[in-house]
């Protein structure tokens, strides 16, 4: 059954999904260069047309990362304790 408590955790499932997409990781080998993830791979690391659909989602993207780490965290911990109290 659709509720709005499932909405919600729907949407903060997709939150957590774009926050935590690395653009690059730390190399494991002894080379100085990062291994390419997810957006680097489909060119998407830099912003060429900030108004483009693509220039935006970029910089959504970002900011979730940057601005939400935070919030996230504490808006998770207290979902997660919900559920373990409520059920």
């Known amino acids: 059954m659709f509720t709005f408590?499932?909405?919600?955790?729907?949407?903060?499932?997709v939150v957590n999904g774009i926050a935590i997409l690395q653009d690059t990781?730390?190399?494991?080998n002894n080379s100085?260069?990062?291994v390419k993830q997810f957006l680097a791979k489909m060119g998407w690391t830099r912003?060429?047309?900030?108004?483009?659909?693509?220039?935006?989602?970029?910089?959504m993207?970002?900011?979730v990362r940057t601005?939400?780490?935070v919030p996230l965290i504490i808006v998770n911990i207290v979902v997660a304790a919900y559920?373990?109290?409520a059920g």
């Open 5 to 13: 408590g499932g909405l919600l955790q729907a949407i903060l499932l």
């Open 25 to 28: 990781t730390p190399s494991t």
């Open 32 to 34: 100085k260069r990062p």
């Open 47 to 59: 912003v060429e047309d900030e108004n483009s659909l693509k220039g935006k989602i970029i910089t």
């Open 61 to 63: 993207i970002n900011s």
């Open 67 to 69: 601005i939400l780490r």
């Open 83 to 85: 559920l373990l109290v």
